[in-house]
């Protein structure tokens, strides 16, 4: 028994308590270091706002209609008829009528109201840069729609994998808490045995 005893506490709670330490080292490391390559997943990475210099690369040489799009002639004449839409001034002699209002609601359908301010204000900046650029407004505002469709959509998936990459990452963060915990705990039942039989022994 002497020997047992001796073998227990000069070799195997020495080893436990060395690889208990290990773990916890090497398991904090992991942790501090994973929060580190991952810490960009909690920032979005997918921007849904679109700039006059990726229109004026799609308008140019071939520019494209849009099925949705707005009408050439600026009519001022049916503006009361036309949805209710509060618009920044350099919109609103495009959206005047009925039939182009409507259809920028159209392409605003589904957003909440802090996304359609954002949708407003980008096509504004748009809007505005081909006006100084002499591009061709109705074509710009059309392809606009095009493309700020298709970098909603991106925003929006980009938006759904960042919220499950989180997710995974949390769980392995907890995960990691709670074997530290555990690897700490197996050091304060070490250190209790310890004190144990020297009381014992006393």
Known sequence: MALLET???????????FLAFVVILALSLALVIGAVIFAGDLIPNQSSDVSFNEISRELHPAPESNQHGLNTSQSREDSQSSPSLDLP??????????????VLMQHMEGLDS???????????????ESKSKGEDTTNVINKYFELKQTQIALAKADSAARTIRQLYIAASALSIMFLIALASLILVLLAIERNTRSHAIT
């Not at 073998?7 to 308590?17: A, S, Y």
């Not at 802090?114 to 505005?128: A, C, D, F, G, M």
């Open 7 to 17: 073998v227990e506490t000069r070799l195997l709670f020495r080893l436990t308590r």
């Open 89 to 102: 001034f350099v919109l609103q002699p495009y959206f005047s009528s009925s039939d182009n209002r409507a």
């Open 114 to 128: 802090s996304e359609r301010i954002e949708y407003l204000n980008n096509l504004s900046q748009v809007v505005q």
